[in-house]
């Protein structure tokens, strides 16, 4: 049986998704070649069977061939209407905005800015970050704001003047990083700020740094990025959302192998690829708010939340407050009470043991101040909508679970 031969055209390629399409490719016997605008002229004489793309839209070359080219053809990005309307295998940007922003919304930020680029928006048909973060922050009444460095009227908007790029969208983003600070500073409530890039999320925690502005009590930070490593290298570790690029990888090859098998598959498909892992780090980990009591309670209330013997009236024991100031207290800052943050403390160590480790869940119930299963049950169902254990089966742990 002759192997298939499949080129994978990208202006820039992402490790995860190199290793999704060479596992199925190995499966398959595929003989893969990897073309970039250096190597296109291969495809002249070397022939391919179909053909995997993810391909920047300035990419002129390589969008010209891909005008003209007949192959069975599967997208991990879109191409310009212009060009080609092709099966798409895309990441779901919606569901990733939607799950950073929840992620501040818990953390008590009525203020969001998103930092992407406006051409997401075609390349990703659609389904957007901002889209995802939209649909939350207008249920919560909370103020979203989104900066495109690829789009003039942002730099308008930041009092700077706006030059088409030399080589990217962010080789200016030294001079708006300090202009969007100032901006973003105007306003004394704290400040979450999701950036879709990773370097550019780096380069703006070091100028936030130097103007000795406070992480994240003051503004917090969360970056997209392909390895969450990289959210250990800046001053203040940086909360990390990390896309299952070798899903996307498998699924797009998946894909064109149903058409190199003979299948249809209608130039409008789209599969959305929700899979992702949110590394939670210090940049944004921590409840906040400008009540400067509140904000010394909730310090003591995340040392002790742990013991189960820990609750509202030990809170307002070690202050000499009545519980029903702090309980107003608590209300107006962070909208639930003391109870709620107890439990949400709680159930977030729990999570994240269940998902992390082996241990068995009567030494997670322990460590995390539950009184008993029933609790730990009740609390995981409440947020993730299913239990402990089904939990911890998803993300393949061991079952120690019953020791």
Request: charge should be positive.
């Amino acid at each position: 049986m002759k192997r298939r031969r499949v080129a994978i055209i990208s202006s820039f390629s992402r490790l995860g998704q190199w290793r999704g399409i060479m596992r199925y490719g190995q499966q398959a016997g595929w003989i893969c070649q990897r073309i970039d605008r250096e190597t296109l002229s291969l495809l002249n004489t070397w022939n391919p069977d179909g053909v995997l793309y993810q391909i920047d839209e300035f990419d002129t070359p390589m969008l010209e061939y891909m005008r003209t080219c007949k192959l069975p053809m599967v997208g991990l990005r879109a191409l310009p209407g212009s060009v080609a309307t092709t099966p798409l295998v895309l990441t779901d940007l919606a569901s990733f905005g939607h799950q950073i922003a929840t992620h501040f919304i818990d953390r008590n930020y009525r203020r969001i800015c998103y930092l992407g680029a406006m051409s997401d928006e075609t390349a990703n048909a659609g389904n957007t970050h901002f889209s995802g973060m939209r649909q939350l922050v207008d249920a919560h009444g909370i103020r979203l704001e989104c900066f495109f460095p690829d789009q003039p009227a942002t730099w308008k908007s930041l009092g700077l003047a706006y030059r088409r790029r030399s080589s990217n969208y962010w080789d200016r983003f030294w001079e708006m990083g300090p202009a969007l600070i100032d901006h973003l500073t105007k306003d004394p409530d704290p400040v979450a700020v999701f950036v879709a890039y990773g370097e550019p999320a780096m380069q703006f925690m070091e100028m936030v740094d130097e103007r000795k502005l406070a992480i994240p009590a003051r503004i917090g930070m969360a970056m997209e990025t392909e390895d969450a490593l990289n959210g250990m290298v800046t001053k203040v570790p940086m909360t990390c959302l990390v896309p299952a690029y070798e899903s996307q990888g498998f699924q797009a090859a998946s894909l064109l192998g149903r058409m190199l098998a003979g299948k249809a598959v209608a130039p409008g498909h789209r599969t959305f690829v929700s899979e992702c892992d949110v590394v939670l780090r210090e940049s944004s980990n921590q409840i906040v708010t400008s009540d400067s009591l509140v904000s010394q309670m909730l310090e003591h209330l995340c040392k002790h939340a742990f013991d189960v013997s820990y609750g509202p009236e030990a809170l307002a024991r070690a202050y000499g407050c009545s519980l029903r100031m702090i309980q107003i207290r608590f209300r107006k800052a962070l909208r639930r009470g003391v109870a709620e943050i107890i439990r949400e403390q709680r159930t977030e160590r729990a999570v994240d043991l269940i998902r992390k480790t082996s241990l068995p869940m009567k030494q997670i119930i322990k460590s995390c101040g539950f009184s008993c299963h029933h609790q730990l049950q009740r609390a995981v169902r409440m947020i993730h909508g299913t239990g402990p254990l089904a939990l911890r089966k998803n993300h393949g742990k061991g079952s120690r679970a019953d020791d």
